[in-house]
């Protein structure tokens, strides 16, 4: 069993950023690939980002293409998400979450096997 815990969120205004982390512990080495994933209130959950552990093979959605960067601290067990050039639209709460699988689709919340609780982005206009 993985275990995630998330950090980094806050209330931010539009246009500035945020850098959002992700711990993992326990069976890391079980782990093949990270993603982001947020839901905003009303709203189902959607992707934001994915990563190999090794680093390459990044995925992100449309939404956010070109603000956000994801990568991944092997040493540290932890992934980042940075997100810069924030929108209103952007607020959501922000799940980590942890597949054991290559071959899954990427984007696909049901790919992954473990999840953390979330960290909450709130951004003003």
């Known amino acids: 069993q993985v275990q995630l815990v998330e950090s980094g969120g806050g209330l931010v205004q539009a246009g500035d950023s945020l850098r959002l982390s992700c711990a993992a512990s326990?069976?890391?080495?079980?782990?093949?690939?990270m993603g982001w994933f947020r839901q905003a209130p009303g709203n189902e959950r959607e992707f934001v980002a994915a990563i190999r552990w090794s680093g390459d093979s990044t995925y992100y959605a449309d939404s956010v293409k070109g603000r956000c960067t994801i990568s991944a601290d092997n040493a540290k067990n932890t992934v980042y998400l940075q997100m810069d050039r924030l929108k209103p639209e952007d607020t959501a709460v922000y799940y980590c979450?942890?597949?054991?699988?290559?071959?899954?689709?990427?984007?696909?919340?049901?790919?992954?096997?473990?999840w953390g609780q979330g960290t909450h982005v709130t951004v003003s206009s």
């Open positions: 326990g069976r890391t080495f079980s782990t093949r690939r």
């Open positions: 979450a942890a597949a054991q699988s290559y071959f899954k689709n990427p984007i696909s919340s049901f790919s992954y096997d473990a």
